[in-house]
Protein backbone atom coordinates (compact mmCIF):
# COMPACT_ATOMS: atom_id res chain seq x y z
CA UNK A 1 0.00 0.00 0.00
CA UNK A 2 1.44 3.50 -0.34
CA UNK A 3 2.95 4.66 2.39
CA UNK A 4 0.91 7.99 2.40
CA UNK A 5 -1.79 5.94 2.49
CA UNK A 6 -1.04 4.00 5.46
CA UNK A 7 0.07 7.33 7.65
CA UNK A 8 -3.65 8.93 6.72
CA UNK A 9 -5.46 5.55 7.92
CA UNK A 10 -3.12 5.45 10.62
CA UNK A 11 -4.11 8.85 11.86
CA UNK A 12 -7.83 8.28 11.24
CA UNK A 13 -7.63 5.34 13.59
CA UNK A 14 -6.28 6.96 15.67
CA UNK A 15 -9.00 9.86 15.72
CA UNK A 16 -11.99 7.59 15.54
CA UNK A 17 -10.09 5.45 18.93
CA UNK A 18 -9.87 8.61 21.15
CA UNK A 19 -13.46 9.72 19.99
CA UNK A 20 -15.85 6.94 19.07
CA UNK A 21 -17.72 7.18 21.89
CA UNK A 22 -19.07 10.91 21.15
CA UNK A 23 -18.95 10.69 17.61
CA UNK A 24 -22.04 11.59 15.37
CA UNK A 25 -21.52 10.37 11.90
CA UNK A 26 -23.45 10.05 8.59
CA UNK A 27 -23.19 6.68 6.75
CA UNK A 28 -24.37 8.34 3.65
CA UNK A 29 -23.40 11.11 1.62
CA UNK A 30 -22.31 11.98 -1.91
CA UNK A 31 -19.78 14.46 -2.29
CA UNK A 32 -18.89 16.14 -5.59
CA UNK A 33 -16.81 18.35 -7.19
CA UNK A 34 -19.24 21.26 -8.02
CA UNK A 35 -16.73 23.84 -8.63
CA UNK A 36 -15.55 21.16 -11.84
CA UNK A 37 -19.05 20.67 -13.35
CA UNK A 38 -19.21 21.50 -16.98
CA UNK A 39 -21.84 21.22 -20.20
CA UNK A 40 -25.27 19.67 -19.26
CA UNK A 41 -24.37 19.52 -15.83
CA UNK A 42 -22.97 22.73 -15.33
CA UNK A 43 -26.20 24.35 -17.23
CA UNK A 44 -28.26 22.77 -14.86
CA UNK A 45 -27.17 23.32 -11.83
CA UNK A 46 -26.97 26.92 -12.68
CA UNK A 47 -30.32 27.32 -14.24
CA UNK A 48 -32.32 26.87 -10.77
CA UNK A 49 -31.65 27.32 -7.29
CA UNK A 50 -34.67 24.37 -6.65
CA UNK A 51 -34.19 20.98 -5.66
CA UNK A 52 -33.62 18.17 -8.16
CA UNK A 53 -33.06 14.72 -7.91
CA UNK A 54 -28.80 13.93 -7.70
CA UNK A 55 -28.42 18.17 -7.25
CA UNK A 56 -24.85 17.62 -6.30
CA UNK A 57 -23.42 19.27 -3.37
CA UNK A 58 -19.48 20.09 -2.67
CA UNK A 59 -17.66 18.77 0.52
CA UNK A 60 -17.58 22.20 1.34
CA UNK A 61 -21.14 22.13 1.41
CA UNK A 62 -21.81 19.22 3.02
CA UNK A 63 -19.49 20.56 5.94
CA UNK A 64 -21.72 23.30 6.65
CA UNK A 65 -24.61 20.86 6.87
CA UNK A 66 -22.82 18.78 9.07
CA UNK A 67 -22.83 21.85 11.66
CA UNK A 68 -26.34 22.91 11.43
CA UNK A 69 -27.34 18.99 11.97
CA UNK A 70 -24.69 17.96 14.75
CA UNK A 71 -22.80 15.74 12.84
CA UNK A 72 -19.12 15.33 13.60
CA UNK A 73 -18.04 13.10 10.93
CA UNK A 74 -19.33 11.86 7.19
CA UNK A 75 -18.68 8.63 4.95
CA UNK A 76 -18.39 9.99 1.76
CA UNK A 77 -18.16 8.88 -1.46
CA UNK A 78 -19.32 9.86 -5.35
CA UNK A 79 -22.60 10.92 -6.23
CA UNK A 80 -23.25 8.85 -9.55
CA UNK A 81 -25.52 11.61 -10.92
CA UNK A 82 -23.02 14.20 -12.08
CA UNK A 83 -20.27 11.38 -13.40
CA UNK A 84 -20.53 11.84 -16.88
CA UNK A 85 -20.46 8.48 -18.92
CA UNK A 86 -19.96 7.82 -22.59
CA UNK A 87 -19.52 4.24 -24.50
CA UNK A 88 -16.21 4.26 -24.18
CA UNK A 89 -15.34 2.03 -20.95
CA UNK A 90 -11.62 3.79 -20.66
CA UNK A 91 -13.27 7.09 -20.79
CA UNK A 92 -15.52 6.39 -18.40
CA UNK A 93 -12.80 4.54 -15.91
CA UNK A 94 -10.93 8.11 -16.44
CA UNK A 95 -14.36 10.13 -15.18
CA UNK A 96 -15.10 8.17 -12.34
CA UNK A 97 -11.70 8.07 -10.90
CA UNK A 98 -11.57 11.79 -11.11
CA UNK A 99 -14.94 11.29 -8.66
CA UNK A 100 -13.13 9.34 -6.32
CA UNK A 101 -10.08 11.17 -6.26
CA UNK A 102 -12.72 14.34 -5.60
CA UNK A 103 -13.31 12.08 -2.24
CA UNK A 104 -9.60 11.56 -1.28
CA UNK A 105 -8.89 14.92 -1.50
CA UNK A 106 -11.79 15.92 0.48
CA UNK A 107 -10.62 13.10 3.18
CA UNK A 108 -6.97 14.83 2.97
CA UNK A 109 -8.40 18.08 3.68
CA UNK A 110 -10.49 17.37 6.76
CA UNK A 111 -9.55 14.32 7.84
CA UNK A 112 -11.29 14.51 11.14
CA UNK A 113 -14.56 15.30 9.13
CA UNK A 114 -14.81 13.08 6.24
CA UNK A 115 -14.15 9.18 5.77
CA UNK A 116 -13.55 8.51 2.19
CA UNK A 117 -15.48 5.63 0.47
CA UNK A 118 -14.40 4.57 -3.52
CA UNK A 119 -17.04 3.93 -5.88
CA UNK A 120 -16.51 1.22 -9.02
CA UNK A 121 -18.62 0.17 -11.93
CA UNK A 122 -18.47 -3.11 -13.69
CA UNK A 123 -20.63 -2.19 -16.42
CA UNK A 124 -19.41 1.22 -17.31
CA UNK A 125 -16.06 0.53 -16.78
CA UNK A 126 -15.47 -3.51 -17.65
CA UNK A 127 -14.39 -5.67 -15.37
CA UNK A 128 -11.02 -5.44 -16.34
CA UNK A 129 -11.45 -1.74 -15.61
CA UNK A 130 -13.44 -2.29 -12.05
CA UNK A 131 -11.06 -4.43 -10.81
CA UNK A 132 -8.14 -2.13 -12.03
CA UNK A 133 -9.93 0.47 -10.13
CA UNK A 134 -9.91 -1.54 -7.18
CA UNK A 135 -7.08 -1.46 -6.74
CA UNK A 136 -5.99 1.95 -7.00
CA UNK A 137 -9.03 2.82 -4.33
CA UNK A 138 -7.20 0.44 -1.93
CA UNK A 139 -3.72 0.56 -2.56
CA UNK A 140 -3.20 3.86 -3.26
CA UNK A 141 -5.89 5.99 -1.97
CA UNK A 142 -6.33 3.91 1.05
CA UNK A 143 -10.09 3.28 0.68
CA UNK A 144 -12.01 0.80 3.05
CA UNK A 145 -14.81 1.07 1.70
CA UNK A 146 -15.69 0.48 -2.28
CA UNK A 147 -18.78 0.70 -3.34
CA UNK A 148 -21.09 -0.41 -6.55
CA UNK A 149 -24.44 0.66 -7.06
CA UNK A 150 -26.30 -2.20 -9.56
CA UNK A 151 -29.58 0.07 -9.15
CA UNK A 152 -27.89 3.29 -10.93
CA UNK A 153 -25.38 1.74 -13.00
CA UNK A 154 -27.84 -1.37 -13.95
CA UNK A 155 -26.48 -4.18 -13.67
CA UNK A 156 -27.66 -7.27 -11.11
CA UNK A 157 -26.26 -7.82 -7.66
CA UNK A 158 -25.27 -11.25 -7.84
CA UNK A 159 -23.85 -11.15 -11.55
CA UNK A 160 -20.51 -12.54 -11.94
CA UNK A 161 -18.93 -9.25 -13.09
CA UNK A 162 -20.37 -7.66 -9.35
CA UNK A 163 -18.55 -11.47 -7.72
CA UNK A 164 -15.02 -10.81 -9.15
CA UNK A 165 -15.08 -6.98 -8.08
CA UNK A 166 -16.02 -8.46 -4.57
CA UNK A 167 -14.46 -11.31 -4.40
CA UNK A 168 -11.25 -9.01 -5.04
CA UNK A 169 -12.15 -6.06 -3.06
CA UNK A 170 -12.34 -8.69 -0.21
CA UNK A 171 -8.65 -9.97 -1.42
CA UNK A 172 -7.19 -6.54 -0.74
CA UNK A 173 -8.62 -6.26 2.84
CA UNK A 174 -11.47 -3.89 2.21
CA UNK A 175 -14.97 -3.79 2.37
CA UNK A 176 -17.60 -4.18 -0.06
CA UNK A 177 -20.31 -1.99 -0.03
CA UNK A 178 -23.91 -1.67 -2.40
CA UNK A 179 -26.41 0.12 -3.10
CA UNK A 180 -29.60 -2.24 -1.63
CA UNK A 181 -32.39 -0.73 -2.31
CA UNK A 182 -36.03 -1.04 -3.93
CA UNK A 183 -36.09 1.48 -6.65
CA UNK A 184 -35.03 -1.35 -9.06
CA UNK A 185 -35.26 -4.97 -9.73
CA UNK A 186 -31.26 -4.98 -9.40
CA UNK A 187 -30.70 -5.35 -5.75
CA UNK A 188 -33.30 -8.25 -4.35
CA UNK A 189 -32.84 -9.38 -0.64
CA UNK A 190 -32.31 -13.02 -2.55
CA UNK A 191 -29.36 -11.24 -4.53
CA UNK A 192 -27.64 -9.77 -1.61
CA UNK A 193 -27.38 -13.25 0.73
CA UNK A 194 -25.96 -14.37 -2.22
CA UNK A 195 -23.40 -11.99 -2.28
CA UNK A 196 -22.96 -12.27 1.68
CA UNK A 197 -22.68 -16.12 1.52
CA UNK A 198 -19.66 -15.76 -0.65
CA UNK A 199 -17.19 -14.29 2.47
CA UNK A 200 -19.89 -15.04 5.24
CA UNK A 201 -17.28 -14.11 8.24
CA UNK A 202 -16.14 -10.89 5.87
CA UNK A 203 -18.46 -7.94 6.24
CA UNK A 204 -20.61 -5.91 3.93
CA UNK A 205 -21.94 -3.10 3.99
CA UNK A 206 -25.74 -2.72 2.21
CA UNK A 207 -26.95 1.18 1.87
CA UNK A 208 -30.51 2.00 2.56
CA UNK A 209 -31.56 -1.47 4.01
CA UNK A 210 -33.75 -1.95 1.08
CA UNK A 211 -34.54 1.66 1.01
CA UNK A 212 -34.75 3.66 -2.16
CA UNK A 213 -37.55 5.80 -4.60
CA UNK A 214 -40.05 3.00 -5.20
CA UNK A 215 -43.56 4.08 -3.27
CA UNK A 216 -44.17 3.17 0.31
CA UNK A 217 -46.49 0.14 -0.67
CA UNK A 218 -44.31 -1.59 -3.17
CA UNK A 219 -41.26 -0.90 -0.58
CA UNK A 220 -42.59 -2.76 2.53
CA UNK A 221 -41.86 -6.32 1.40
CA UNK A 222 -38.05 -5.61 0.84
CA UNK A 223 -38.23 -3.70 3.71
CA UNK A 224 -39.16 -6.78 5.65
CA UNK A 225 -36.83 -8.86 3.64
CA UNK A 226 -33.67 -6.82 4.75
CA UNK A 227 -34.99 -6.81 8.40
CA UNK A 228 -34.85 -10.75 8.37
CA UNK A 229 -31.99 -11.06 6.03
CA UNK A 230 -29.80 -9.07 8.72
CA UNK A 231 -31.01 -11.71 11.17
CA UNK A 232 -29.63 -14.87 9.30
CA UNK A 233 -26.31 -12.63 7.52
CA UNK A 234 -24.57 -10.67 10.60
CA UNK A 235 -21.93 -10.11 8.39
CA UNK A 236 -24.37 -7.42 6.70
CA UNK A 237 -24.26 -3.93 8.15
CA UNK A 238 -26.68 -1.59 7.32
CA UNK A 239 -27.03 2.48 6.53
CA UNK A 240 -30.24 3.89 7.90
CA UNK A 241 -30.90 5.79 4.85
CA UNK A 242 -33.67 6.65 2.53
CA UNK A 243 -36.20 4.52 4.26
CA UNK A 244 -39.64 5.05 5.45
CA UNK A 245 -39.11 6.16 8.97
CA UNK A 246 -41.69 3.64 10.43
CA UNK A 247 -39.46 1.21 8.98
CA UNK A 248 -36.65 2.42 10.34
CA UNK A 249 -38.21 2.61 13.51
CA UNK A 250 -38.97 -1.38 13.63
CA UNK A 251 -35.66 -2.17 12.46
CA UNK A 252 -34.25 -0.35 15.21
CA UNK A 253 -36.11 -2.07 17.99
CA UNK A 254 -36.21 -5.52 16.22
CA UNK A 255 -32.16 -5.28 16.47
CA UNK A 256 -31.92 -3.77 19.52
CA UNK A 257 -34.10 -6.26 21.05
CA UNK A 258 -31.75 -8.80 18.92
CA UNK A 259 -28.71 -8.13 20.84
CA UNK A 260 -25.29 -8.25 20.11
CA UNK A 261 -23.57 -8.40 17.12
CA UNK A 262 -26.96 -7.17 15.51
CA UNK A 263 -27.58 -4.11 17.69
CA UNK A 264 -24.23 -3.25 16.31
CA UNK A 265 -24.72 -3.59 12.60
CA UNK A 266 -27.07 -0.51 11.96
CA UNK A 267 -25.88 3.14 11.23
CA UNK A 268 -27.68 6.14 10.43
CA UNK A 269 -27.09 8.47 7.72
CA UNK A 270 -29.13 10.84 5.09
CA UNK A 271 -28.27 9.67 1.74
CA UNK A 272 -27.01 13.78 1.02
CA UNK A 273 -27.97 15.31 -1.09
CA UNK A 274 -31.34 13.09 -1.73
CA UNK A 275 -31.55 13.87 1.66
CA UNK A 276 -31.67 16.92 4.14
CA UNK A 277 -28.99 15.50 7.20
CA UNK A 278 -30.49 18.36 9.17
CA UNK A 279 -33.53 16.74 8.52
CA UNK A 280 -32.59 13.36 8.96
CA UNK A 281 -30.39 13.56 11.90
CA UNK A 282 -32.95 16.05 13.88
CA UNK A 283 -35.53 12.65 13.16
CA UNK A 284 -33.22 10.30 14.45
CA UNK A 285 -32.66 12.22 17.46
CA UNK A 286 -36.58 12.59 18.25
CA UNK A 287 -37.25 9.08 17.18
CA UNK A 288 -34.44 7.47 19.63
CA UNK A 289 -35.65 10.26 22.10
CA UNK A 290 -39.57 8.19 21.83
CA UNK A 291 -37.74 4.82 22.08
CA UNK A 292 -36.18 5.31 25.16
CA UNK A 293 -39.63 6.00 26.88
CA UNK A 294 -40.59 2.64 26.29
CA UNK A 295 -43.24 2.40 28.53
CA UNK A 296 -45.56 4.78 26.94
CA UNK A 297 -44.33 3.97 22.92
CA UNK A 298 -46.77 1.98 20.58
CA UNK A 299 -44.74 -1.05 19.90
CA UNK A 300 -45.71 -3.43 22.78
CA UNK A 301 -42.26 -4.82 22.23
CA UNK A 302 -41.13 -1.45 24.12
CA UNK A 303 -43.64 -1.63 26.33
CA UNK A 304 -42.34 -4.95 27.25
CA UNK A 305 -38.73 -3.88 27.68
CA UNK A 306 -39.05 -0.50 28.45
CA UNK A 307 -35.33 1.20 28.82
CA UNK A 308 -33.68 -1.21 26.61
CA UNK A 309 -32.20 1.93 24.56
CA UNK A 310 -29.37 3.17 26.87
CA UNK A 311 -26.92 5.73 26.13
CA UNK A 312 -24.64 4.23 24.96
CA UNK A 313 -27.03 1.90 22.65
CA UNK A 314 -28.54 5.41 20.65
CA UNK A 315 -24.99 6.53 20.43
CA UNK A 316 -24.35 3.63 18.49
CA UNK A 317 -26.77 4.23 16.33
CA UNK A 318 -26.09 7.71 16.05
CA UNK A 319 -22.25 7.28 14.96
CA UNK A 320 -20.29 4.49 17.65
CA UNK A 321 -20.98 1.64 15.19
CA UNK A 322 -19.66 3.38 12.31
CA UNK A 323 -16.36 4.09 14.15
CA UNK A 324 -16.18 0.56 15.69
CA UNK A 325 -16.29 -1.00 12.21
CA UNK A 326 -13.89 1.42 10.32
CA UNK A 327 -11.59 0.89 13.41
CA UNK A 328 -12.17 -2.88 12.87
CA UNK A 329 -12.14 -2.80 8.93
CA UNK A 330 -8.91 0.01 8.87
CA UNK A 331 -6.70 -2.87 11.27
CA UNK A 332 -7.73 -5.87 8.54
CA UNK A 333 -7.11 -4.19 6.03
CA UNK A 334 -3.29 -2.56 7.05
CA UNK A 335 -3.05 -6.29 7.94
CA UNK A 336 -3.44 -7.77 4.83
CA UNK A 337 -1.79 -4.23 2.83
CA UNK A 338 1.19 -5.06 5.29
CA UNK A 339 0.96 -2.12 7.10
CA UNK A 340 1.06 -3.37 10.59
CA UNK A 341 -1.97 -3.39 13.31
Known sequence: MNPAAITRIRQLVAFLEANQRRLTIDADVHASDVAGLNGDLRRRYEASPDYYHGRPISAEDILTE???AGVDMALIWQNPSVTPYTDDPQQNFEALLAANRYVLEAAGRDPEKFIPGGWVDPRACGVEGALRMVETLVTEFGFLFVKMNPAQNRFPIDSEPVR????????????PAFHFGV??????????ERIAALNPYHPLLAVHMGGGGAGYVEADDLYRQARELGLRRPNIRFALSAKRDTHIESDLITYQLAGEPFSRNLFCA?????GRMTWNFGGFRAMFASLQHGARHTDPRLRAQPGVFSEASVQGYLGGNVAEFAIAGYRFLLKVQGGGK
Do not use: H, N, Q
Open 66 to 68: MAM
Open 270 to 274: SDAPY
Open 183 to 192: DTPFTPAEGL
Open 164 to 175: RVTERIVELGAI
